[in-house]
């Protein structure tokens, strides 16, 4: 079993910058990809943006391309999420999410960090 641990979520003005962090407790987890995904309250889970192991290709949710960014420390298992302008509209409960394969769903997932934006 792995474990994924976000850490960077806080409170941040409109227009200011966070950066999340995704580490998965083993170092030789070997995974496919691994996005993040975010829930506000009252509102269903969504994609936010996901990154390949292999090669680094990634992908984003119109609502935030241009603003955030996905990246990754292959050495160090760990995932990040650059999230600049960030808007009041950003804020809710942010999840990483691992899949082993391209066949399979997002089965691995953190216990999320919070990011509140205010106007």
């Known amino acids: 079993q792995v474990q994924l641990v976000e850490s960077g979520g806080g409170l941040v003005q409109a227009g200011g910058s966070l950066r999340l962090s995704c580490a998965a407790s083993?170092?030789?987890?070997?995974?496919?990809?691994m996005g993040w995904f975010r829930q506000a309250p009252g509102k269903e889970r969504e994609f936010v943006a996901s990154?390949?192991?292999?090669?680094?290709?990634?992908n984003y949710v119109d609502s935030v391309k241009g603003r955030f960014t996905i990246s990754r420390d292959s050495a160090k298992n760990t995932v990040y999420l650059q999230m600049n302008s960030l808007k009041p509209e950003d804020t809710a409960l942010y999840y990483c999410?691992?899949?082993?394969?391209?066949?399979?769903?997002?089965?691995?997932w953190g216990q999320g960090t919070q990011v509140t934006v205010s106007s």
């Open positions: 999410a691992a899949r082993v394969s391209l066949f399979a769903g997002f089965q691995y």
């Open positions: 083993r170092r030789t987890f070997s995974y496919y990809a």
């Open positions: 990154i390949t192991e292999s090669d680094g290709s990634t």
